[in-house]
T-cell receptor, first 118, second 117 residues
Framework: GAVVSQHPSRVICKSGTSVKIECRSL??????MFWYRQFPKQSLMLMAT?????????EQGVEKDKFLINHASLTLSTLTVTSAHPEDSSFYIC??????????????FGQGTRLTVV | AQKITQTQPGMFVQEKEAVTLDCTYD???????LFWYKQPSSGEMIFLIY??????QNATEGRYSLNFQKARKSANLVISASQLGDSAMYFC??????????????FGTGTRLTVIP
């Protein structure tokens, strides 16, 4: 299947700093990328949907000024956690869908990023 | 209302036996897709199997099969001949058909499967 690469896989940062997470589609053009957050022993919760060249659509309760999403090209979306705090510690995972994908086809996931804010 | 419900937080199965993981869904769309993913402790989401709402046959992929009962809105995953490496979290997910717009996945709460030697 198609490959989505997410980097870094693990990051520890100090409270108050910003962290950037990259999500790349390696062998296909991703018109839409999704960012999910997963707390320990819980399910994936959609944070936002990003479409190449346009502003991201955030889910209710997700602060767009805190979680900045940029989808500058058809192969790259970034999530920046600004002024991170310990409560932002979580597992973040992206998924991507390709150009012309049938709505009922697989979404490909990155490997996820485990963020720890100390 | 929850779009995806997984009622089994944890399941145990003996190695080489079959196990069924339950999933029910709720949607008013006629077009939708149902997915199962496996998440090992490393965190990656591994796609296992997909069933489209218009598919008449139950989906199968190797040792995985999906028992699709549309009238009951259930999409149970059956794993045959369980292996130790099958121990992981399993998530059922749904994507509703909304035409050309973005279609995110809705996930259930997951079932942790443990395979016993």
């Amino acid at each position: 299947g198609a490959v989505v690469s997410q980097h870094p896989s693990r990051v520890i940062c100090k409270s108050g700093t910003s962290v950037k997470i990259e999500c790349r589609s390696l062998d296909f053009q991703a018109t839409t990328m999704f960012w999910y957050r997963q707390f320990p022993k819980q399910s994936l919760m959609l944070m936002a949907t990003s479409n190449e060249g346009s502003k991201a659509t955030y889910e209710q309760g997700v602060e767009k000024d805190k979680f900045l999403i940029n989808h500058a090209s058809l192969t790259l979306s970034t999530l920046t956690v600004t002024s991170a705090h310990p409560e932002d510690s979580s597992f973040y995972i992206c998924s991507a869908r390709g150009v012309g994908d049938n709505p009922n086809t697989e979404a490909f996931f990155g490997q996820g990023t485990r963020l720890t804010v100390v | 209302a929850q779009k995806i419900t997984q009622t089994q937080p944890g399941m145990f199965v003996q190695e080489k036996e079959a196990v069924t993981l339950d999933c029910t869904y709720d949607t008013s769309d006629q077009s939708y897709g149902l997915f199962w993913y496996k998440q090992p402790s490393s965190g990656e989401m591994i796609f296992l199997i997909y069933q489209g709402s218009y598919d008449e046959q139950n989906a199968t992929e190797g040792r995985y099969s999906l028992n699709f009962q549309k009238a009951r809105k259930s999409a149970n995953l059956v794993i045959s001949a369980s292996q130790l490496g099958d121990s992981a979290m399993y998530f059922c997910a749904m994507r509703e058909g909304r035409g050309s717009g973005a279609n995110n996945l809705f996930f259930g709460t997951g079932t942790r499967l443990t395979v016993i030697p």
